[in-house]
């Protein structure tokens, strides 16, 4: 997938023609909604390198790491939306990462992977999802969630 900018323009708005969008389960606690985007968006950066940018530095030469090259939308929705959303995305077979309501009380990695590895992909008890592809696949897939206010 290609997520260079659609208009060549340098003064043009910069719009995507690919979309990363974070989908987060609407009864999540405050803190649980950031940890479970941190942690989904992490699998799309190290999976995917095209969708990141190029590193930073400060006017006085201090580097900092690159990020991803455009924004990440955060949407919410119910249980229903979650799973109904997860199940378009596979059959999509968009890049996808998963946050299952297990997770919340693990504390590892080897932890995380072996709570959802525990669980038929059907039975999986969505709080998060991250997904990446062609804007109108994403939109597609999260059919009925709204962005997170």
Known sequence: MNS???NNDIDAPVRFDTKIAVLLREDLETWQ?????AF????LGAE????IGEPYADADGV???????????VFEGSKETLTAAH????????PRAVFTADLLATGNDRDNRAAVRAVPTAALDVVGLA?????????????GARMHP
Do not use: C, H, I, W
């Not at 909604?33 to 985007?37: A, D, K, W």
């Not at 580097?63 to 939308?73: A, D, I």
């Open 87 to 94: 199940g378009r995305v596979l059959a999509r077979a968009l």
């Open 40 to 43: 989904l968006v992490s699998g």
């Open 63 to 73: 580097p900092y790491l690159p990020m991803f090259r455009q924004p990440v939308l």
């Open 48 to 51: 995917l390198p095209e969708v």
């Open 33 to 37: 909604r950031l940890n479970v985007t």
């Open 131 to 143: 997904v990446y592809g062609p804007r109108n696949a994403v939109d597609k897939a999260l059919k």
């Open 4 to 6: 260079q900018p659609v």
